[in-house]
């Protein structure tokens, strides 16, 4: 695995405060206020006075999940028609929530259908709005598209769901992953 900034930050400053210049000096990075600036956005360093930083414990950096998990969803819904969470995301939806398979606390699979015939202009439409739909992607979250030839997605929420009937489906043919999910099913 790579050194990231943050790695080089912690090995040669820990918690004690640094400026743009020494970080410069002792990474050799040209553009220091710049991975400085970025480090900060993402919540990996504090800025404490102009041009001094300090690297934030793990225990003080804010937990991104949900904002990345939240722009992928929009980044889905704003896509175009038409689509319908499928899988996973649809059992969530027609369970109002109370039911989500979650295999890592650092990842989200979004599980959506599309019109086989529109299936490449997603994979380009996601690529193009820096959204995973690799296998490979084991953090973050990533979107798993599967392909239908007669989509009709009803709404739960606002939101394109498959219909019920392929959940319901899906809990039968899966009883290990699902249990009692069927009983939680809304509607």
Request: with cysteine; net charge positive; aromatic share 8%.
């Given at each position: 695995m790579a050194l990231t900034y943050i790695d080089v930050l912690s090995s040669l400053f820990g918690g004690r405060r640094f400026t743009t210049l020494e970080f410069a000096r002792r990474s050799g990075n040209p553009r220091a206020a710049k991975v400085l600036s970025e480090l900060k956005n993402r919540g990996?360093?504090?800025?404490?006075?102009?041009?001094?930083?300090?690297?934030?414990?793990?225990?003080?950096?804010?937990?991104?999940?949900?904002?990345?998990?939240?722009?992928?969803?929009?980044?889905?819904?704003?896509?175009?028609?038409?689509?319908?969470?499928a899988g996973e995301t649809a059992l969530e939806l027609w369970t109002g929530g109370r039911y989500r398979l979650a295999p890592s606390l650092y990842s989200r699979v979004f599980n959506l259908a599309v019109p086989r015939l529109r299936r490449e202009d997603w994979v380009r439409y996601l690529s193009d709005h820096r959204v995973s739909t690799s296998t490979k992607k084991r953090v973050g979250a990533r979107v798993e598209l599967t392909t239908a030839d007669d989509l009709k997605p009803v709404l739960i929420d606002g939101e394109p769901v498959v219909a019920r009937s392929e959940v319901e489906r899906l809990i039968r043919e899966h009883p290990a992953l699902y249990g009692n999910a069927e009983e939680l099913l809304i509607g």
């Open positions: 990996l360093v504090e800025r404490v006075g102009r041009g001094k930083y300090r690297c934030l414990s793990p225990s003080e950096r804010p937990d991104l999940r949900n904002a990345e998990w939240g722009r992928v969803h929009d980044v889905v819904l704003s896509g175009p028609d038409p689509k319908a969470w």
